[in-house]
């Protein structure tokens, strides 16, 4: 018999750098989860992407049990790596920080497929570049 789902809770957090501080910790705290069996799991499935904002989506049983999913990380995560830039432009209609291939899109949209309710490759790159436009980059040929 399945188990009974008490609540989800959503996070983002650094591969491998799971601690029980806040954010995590008193997430979790309130839900009777067990904080450190979260971490060291976490850590565990995520040692081979530190450093990078991982968002999480963990299942809470009724019984304090718990599993949690891992997904790609955000497109403005992954448009500020590719780009080697440090931040988003605080006005991005006014400021732009640069601009951005569609070789680039094209990239990020397949990384992030799985997590995105589009259905082809041309639909994901549209809503990458839409992210890219709101971090203030020119995206040739949109």
């Known amino acids: 018999m399945a188990k009974e789902i008490q609540t ?25 989860v067990n904080i ?12 081979d992407k530190q450093g990078k904002i991982l968002p999480c989506v963990i299942t809470v049983y009724t019984d304090k049990s718990f599993d949690f999913i891992i997904k790609t990380p955000p497109a403005h995560a992954l448009l500020m790596e590719y780009t080697k ?21 094209r990239r990020i949209a397949e990384e992030k497929m799985p997590d995105l309710n ?10 990458v ?9 020119n995206v040739e040929g949109y």
């Not at 029980?20 to 309130?30: C, E, M, N, T, V």
């Not at 589009?118 to 809503?127: H, K, N």
């Open 36 to 47: 450190m069996e979260f971490c060291k799991r976490f850590n565990a499935q995520t040692q």
């Open 118 to 127: 589009c259905f082809t490759i041309e639909a994901a790159m549209s809503l």
């Open 129 to 137: 570049a839409g992210s890219a436009k709101s971090a203030g980059f």
């Open 85 to 105: 830039k440090q931040a988003g432009s605080a006005e991005p209609n006014r400021k732009k920080i640069g601009s951005v291939s569609q070789d680039i899109i």
């Open 8 to 32: 989800f809770i959503k996070l983002q957090v650094k591969g491998g750098q799971a601690n029980p501080a806040p954010p995590i910790g008193p997430a979790l705290g309130s839900k009777g």
